[in-house]
């Protein structure tokens, strides 16, 4: 099983580095599977617009939803994420299929056994190695979620790139 992921302590970095990781594997030809999210800084600089792509060259989906000013609850609107949960399973069933799966957080829905997380397993299961950005509120949950399988990859793009290769290049 290949499973590594990634943290970052800058805001925005770990979806910056797996979108530049997302599209420098399309250059060398490795096929991938996923999302990968893109934050937009909202008017008052506090709260952002999350969008996720779907890989390779999916749609691109609002993940966030306004609760309201002063609201504290989460942003996340499930059935959004939902969708492009949906919209991965059915890449994963492609043809040519996808030799690497990008997530672009391991976070609280994947913690509580949501999101992502089916599809993860589902990938490993079907050999594809899997790349995945985790938060430090989160890091405890994927830890054990990965059963000590995982590999905490240097938040780097040529490390990654160099880790994809190998993993990809291995037989499942």
Same mark, same amino acid.
């Given at each position: 099983?290949?499973? %590594?992921?990634?943290?970052?302590?800058?805001? @925005? %970095?770990?979806?910056?580095?797996?979108?530049?990781?997302?599209?420098?594997?399309?250059?060398?030809?490795?096929?991938?599977?996923?999302? +990968?999210?893109? =934050?937009?800084?909202?008017? /008052?600089?506090?709260?952002?617009?999350? /969008? #996720? *792509?779907?890989?390779?060259?999916?749609?691109?989906?609002?993940?966030?939803?306004?609760?309201?000013? @002063? %609201?504290?609850?989460?942003r996340l609107n499930p059935d959004a994420l939902e969708r492009a949960v949906g919209l991965v399973? &059915?890449?994963? /069933?492609?043809? !040519? &299929?996808?030799? +690497?799966?990008?997530? =672009?957080?391991?976070?609280?829905?994947?913690?509580?056994? *949501? @999101?992502?997380?089916?599809?993860? $397993?589902?990938?490993?299961?079907? $050999?594809? !190695?899997?790349?995945?950005?985790? =938060?430090?509120? =989160?890091? &405890?949950?994927f830890e054990g979620f990965a059963e000590g399988t995982a590999t905490e990859a240097e938040p780097?793009? /040529? &490390?990654? #790139?160099?880790? +994809?290769?190998?993993? +990809?290049?291995?037989?499942?």
């Open positions: 099983m290949q499973l %590594a992921y990634v943290m970052t302590a800058e805001r @925005g %970095a770990t979806d910056r580095l797996l979108t530049a990781l997302a599209e420098r594997l399309a250059e060398k030809g490795i096929r991938t599977a996923g999302i +990968v999210q893109t =934050n937009t800084e909202c008017y /008052d600089n506090k709260l952002c617009d999350m /969008d #996720v *792509r779907v890989l390779p060259e999916g749609e691109t989906i609002r993940i966030s939803q306004s609760l309201g000013e @002063g %609201a504290r609850g989460c399973t &059915a890449a994963l /069933d492609s043809t !040519p &299929a996808p030799q +690497v799966l990008i997530v =672009n957080k391991f976070g609280k829905h994947e913690a509580d056994g *949501r @999101g992502m997380r089916p599809i993860i $397993g589902e990938a490993l299961a079907m $050999g594809l !190695p899997v790349v995945s950005g985790v =938060n430090r509120m =989160n890091v &405890a949950a780097d793009l /040529d &490390a990654l #790139v160099a880790w +994809v290769e190998a993993a +990809v290049s291995e037989p499942a």
